[in-house]
């Protein structure tokens, strides 16, 4: 395995430098006769980490490479889009770091994270979800166009019993129930323990029996 991971490493560079360099004669095609310009017919759907960055310094082969994808404006001469399953993050600041790493402006459009395709789920953005993880969760769940939005920390505080991981936080005496709290419909899971502690609960306590976890 350590051969093939040294094997790869030096194959690498000669590998992006080929690829890209035949992107770019693919690319260059667009430009008709007489400097008139049509669409590319071909884009690149690019990983991140461990592909064009390690950890926060950016892959040199990757930064060549790039250096053969942009034009004398500086612009992308094929449409590129970036990929992660990072999800702890909003686009406009993945898209300001990747701006920054790699010398170019990125747009928050050319980003997908993680969550990035509930923005298709149309359907339930009008519903109350749950939702559950790391970062901005609140300002990622808006982005995508959720507008009835719970975290775990508001379940626990309207139903302290449900928290009973930890022994600090667990109330002194046992709170009357509230009828109030509206309807959670979707949550999206992120660490365990607290948060899957109160999803649990939620869909069988009967004191909030019509919580649904999908």
Do not use: Y
Request: hydrophobic share 45%; charged share 20%; glycine share 8%.
């Amino acid at each position: 395995m350590a051969a093939l991971g040294k094997a790869a490493a030096r194959w690498a560079p000669g590998l992006w430098r080929r690829a890209v360099r035949a992107a770019v004669w693919l690319g260059g095609r667009r430009f008709a006769s007489g400097g008139a310009q049509s669409p590319p017919t071909f884009g690149l759907l690019l990983d991140i980490d461990g592909v064009l960055v390690r950890g926060h310094q950016v892959i040199p082969a990757a930064q060549e490479a790039f250096r053969w994808l942009l034009d004398p404006q500086g612009q992308l001469r094929v449409p590129v889009v970036f990929v992660t399953n990072a999800g702890n993050i909003s686009q406009c600041t993945k898209a300001e770091e990747l701006s920054a790493q790699l010398g170019f402006q990125v747009e928050p459009d050319q980003v997908i994270l993680s969550h990035s395709p509930m923005k298709l789920f149309s359907q339930h953005h009008d519903r109350r979800m749950l939702v559950s993880g790391q970062g901005p969760l609140v300002e990622n769940a808006r982005a995508l166009g959720f507008k009835h939005l719970v975290t775990v920390d508001e379940l626990r505080a309207a139903f302290p019993v449900l928290d009973m991981v930890d022994l600090q936080r667990r109330p002194k005496t046992t709170p009357l129930p509230r009828n109030d709290f509206p309807a959670i419909e979707v949550e999206s899971p992120g660490v365990s323990q607290l948060k899957m502690q109160c999803v649990h609960r939620c869909v069988v306590c009967s004191q909030v029996r019509r919580c649904a976890s999908v």
